[in-house]
């Protein structure tokens, strides 16, 4: 018999699961991590020990309700942790647990993948030593360590503050915090983000946290280069005041998050340029239904919201599950809940225009550096194919081998889309994206397929 699958069991999929559970379906829930909870709530591993506070701060009540839920429903619903999703097609999933390969049918999915770390390279940034800001939290949560004694965190968006103040708090050495937006673009922000004055608040604090334990926070300046031989030993950066010089060893940056799409691709969405997220993402209605009849969509994989919407979004996306199914919902919990997504939506429209991207960092990004480490394809490789006449990104990727590595471009692919839109003269909207191709990740040699 098919199934009701849930890929991801972070705050979307989680919520996705009970409502479909409250409402006496078993789905499959399908997640690659040990443990539910996603990257916001991630959970240490059993035999740590330390506290939600700790580990979660202010979001400990909600994680720990989370993980909670999670734990209560496991009787309940076919929970498969560990297990990769590396290729989907009409109404089927490729799974990998351990070196197991399996095929799952599916009649109805709710794709809840996620997002990573928007990384816009600098000279040096494949040095060890140089993390995202999403490695560098998993680091600390996951693992119970710092990346480097002495830690520089840069780029822009919430997230920076967040994990450089979690690591401050634990006790880690944080040299300073590069923020590539002025204090103008926020300040100019601020109306928008009234909308949520709590969520507001706590940026506030780890903002002016920082600063009242001595922690330099620098706005308006931008990551020049990473400099060491065998390790990270200092970085290069400048603002409005001129070139900077760092002794560190270690380095966290990022630009924002961008959501993991690729298996929506797969599986036969359409997808939309969304100038907000600065992204192509798949199309999908407030209740969360795709352009696929039985494909649905939630949480920051289908864009960047943040966890509490992606709790809101999983449920919604959960209750158009039933409604398609036959089910009698309560249609005023779905009004409810579109109605707080919005009003998140035009806060999150705020947070955009506090963190600006960097709109220089295409043109300003030397011909060495390297965009794809997968495949070591340099700016300047790129730029040679935008001069032979190709612009839209996979034909370029069929020149170079851009986003053609390990990572299928989840690292490299915004950044190689900003150089080819500079380099062509083009809106980014009009580069086009990358095609997903599967495996979305490595697969292991020697594979045993289940009967």
Known sequence: MKSVVIVGAGPAGIRAAQTLVAHGVRPVLLDEAARGGGQIYRRQPANFKRSAVKLYGFEARKAKALHQTIDELREQLDYRPETLVWNAEAGTLDTLHG???????????????????????????????????????????????????????AGSGPLLYLVAYQYAKAGAKVVAVLDSSPFSAQARALPGL???????????????????????????????????????????????????????????????????????????????????????????????????????????????????AAEM??????????????????????????????????????????????QSWAADTPDAAMICRCEEVRAGDIRDVVREGHWEINRVKAHCRVGMGRCQGRMCGAAAAEIIACASQRSISDIGRLRAQAPIKPLPFGLEVEP
């Open 99 to 153: 070196r197991l390969a399996a095929r799952l049918e599916f009649s109805r999915v709710i794709v809840a993948t996620g997002a990573t770390d928007r990384v816009l390279p600098v000279p040096g940034w494949t040095l060890p030593g140089v993390y995202s800001l999403g490695a560098a939290q998993i680091a600390l949560k996951f693992q119970g360590c710092a990346i480097g004694e002495r830690v520089v965190f």
């Open 194 to 308: 009234l909308s949520q004055p709590a969520t507001l608040a706590k940026g506030i604090y780890y903002r002016s946290w920082l600063t009242a334990h001595g922690i330099p926070v620098h706005q308006g300046a931008t990551l020049q280069r990473v400099e060491g031989e065998q390790r990270v030993q200092s970085l290069s950066w400048s603002n409005s005041n001129g070139a900077h010089q760092l002794d560190c060893d270690a380095v966290a940056f990022a630009h924002g998050l961008r959501s993991e799409t690729q298996l929506a691709d797969l599986l036969g969405c359409a997808f939309t340029w969304n100038p907000l997220n600065r992204a192509w993402l798949p199309q999908r209605d407030s209740a969360g239904r795709s352009s696929v009849a039985e494909v649905y969509l939630a949480g920051d994989g289908a864009g960047i919201m943040g966890a509490d």
């Open 313 to 358: 979004a999983g449920e919604r996306a959960a209750l158009a599950v039933l409604e398609d199914m036959g089910y009698v919902i309560a249609p005023k919990r779905g009004v409810q809940l579109e109605q707080a997504l919005e009003r998140i939506n035009r806060f999150r429209q705020g947070l955009e225009r506090a963190f600006v991207f960097p």
